[in-house]
């Protein structure tokens, strides 16, 4: 663990304390993301020391919390915050740790409650959503069931004509399109549209491709009003594998299109960006590529990855030139993180920029996570 969160601990005593001696005992260790001046972290806090609390009891020491700040304004600030929690944190002075973490586990939105265990391997990144649904824990700590016993719970539905279906028969051997959308959210809506064509492009040309709509709607009415010109699958309104594969897949925000390979491994988290990029499915199913050209619908990577950018001009020529420069590169930095898991820490990932919008050109290191909307429910992701 003090590779992960550094050397030393502090209490909000001010007592310093080694990592090792802190963390030891404990199975789980939870790291809480949190800024004291976002009222969403403010409401969450007291739902996270009743919690703690109450993992403390018994013989054995279950979890730990490390507290990780945003505060940028001051430590007395910090301090202040700090003084509310029964934990441990990482020291306001030691802030790269911060950016370390959020790379690691692509944090993006806070309050954020991380699981991981005393190795430091994620057990959840959905903390957050399983305290505020289980805080007795009695599932504690929450680890994702697998794909097949989430969907072997039950049927899956036709949209258009809401007929059941087995699951098994249906998703043998196909990619599959994890679809986390609602209704009432307007990005949602649009990209269903251009979804729905790419999905029939696909079809057309014997693709082994199917989507399954998974709802964040607030009533049956209108799950049932937006499904009904899908052409795909769905699970039924409210069904609880839908929370269950959010867990699984880490959704924090809809819209999300994940798509999956024949054995359930993610291919890409960004399937809404690869079809906008791709809306005829030349690139499906869209796996990584070993260099990137840095575009609106692929600076998604600046907030969640360390990214190594050759900047060049706009021209074609020159964008495919110093494409072609980097793929040996890249693709041998590659090979040693894939070779050796001690690399992940310094994994990259190599993009090549020519004509860089401004809301592309965002610094690579990450900024101050957005607030999860306070309209969702707890068992719903955020936009």
């Excluded at 609602?182 to 979804?195: D, N, V």
């Excluded at 492009?201 to 014997?206: F, I, M, Q, T, V």
Aim: glycine share 4%; aromatic share 10%.
């Amino acid at each position: 663990m003090e590779k992960l969160l550094g050397p030393t601990l502090v209490d909000n005593q001010g007592g310093k304390f080694s990592s090792s001696a802190a963390l030891g005992a404990a199975e789980v260790v939870g790291i809480y993301f949190a800024d004291s001046a976002h009222t969403p972290c403010s409401h969450f806090l007291p739902h996270l020391v009743s919690f703690y609390s109450h993992m403390q009891k018994g013989e054995k020491r279950k979890l730990e919390v490390v507290f990780v700040s945003f505060e940028e304004a001051s430590e007395e600030k910090f301090d202040k915050h700090f003084a509310q929690m029964p934990w441990f944190a990482v020291p306001y002075a030691d802030r790269q740790r911060k950016g370390k973490l959020c790379k690691r586990f692509k944090v993006v939105t806070i309050p954020s409650l991380l699981l991981v265990t005393s190795q430091g391997e994620l057990i959840t990144a959905d903390g957050k959503h399983r305290v505020l649904e289980d805080p007795e824990g009695a599932a504690f700590p929450w680890r994702p069931a697998p794909f097949a016993d989430v969907m072997g719970q039950g049927a899956l539905l036709d949209c258009c004509t809401k007929k059941e279906l087995s699951p098994a028969p249906r998703l043998k051997g196909k990619k599959l399109g994890l679809f986390f959308a609602a209704h009432w959210c307007p990005p949602c809506r649009s990209l269903t549209g251009e979804l729905i064509q790419t999905y029939q492009r696909l079809r057309a040309d014997n693709r082994n491709f199917e989507i399954i709509y998974l709802s964040s709607d607030t009533n049956e009415q209108n799950f049932t009003k937006f499904t009904s010109n899908m052409p795909w699958l769905t699970l039924p309104y409210k069904d609880k594998r839908i929370a269950q594969l959010a867990h699984l897949f880490s959704i924090t925000g809809i819209p999300q299109l994940v798509i999956v390979d024949e054995y359930r491994q993610v291919i890409t988290r960004h399937g809404r960006e690869a079809v906008q990029e791709d809306p005829e499915g030349e690139e499906f199913p869209w796996y990584p590529r070993t260099v990137e050209e840095l575009s609106d619908t692929s600076y998604h990577y600046l907030n969640e990855c360390t990214c190594l950018i050759l900047f060049t001009s706009n021209t074609d020529e020159d964008i495919d030139r110093s494409m072609d420069m980097l793929h040996p590169i890249a693709l041998r930095h590659i090979e040693l993180v894939s070779s050796d898991p001690s690399h992940r820490e310094h994994e990259l990932v190599f993009l090549v920029a020519g004509n860089v919008s401004s809301h592309s050109c965002t610094s690579s290191s990450p900024p101050t996570p957005a607030t999860e909307s306070t309209s969702s429910s707890s068992s719903s992701p955020a936009t």
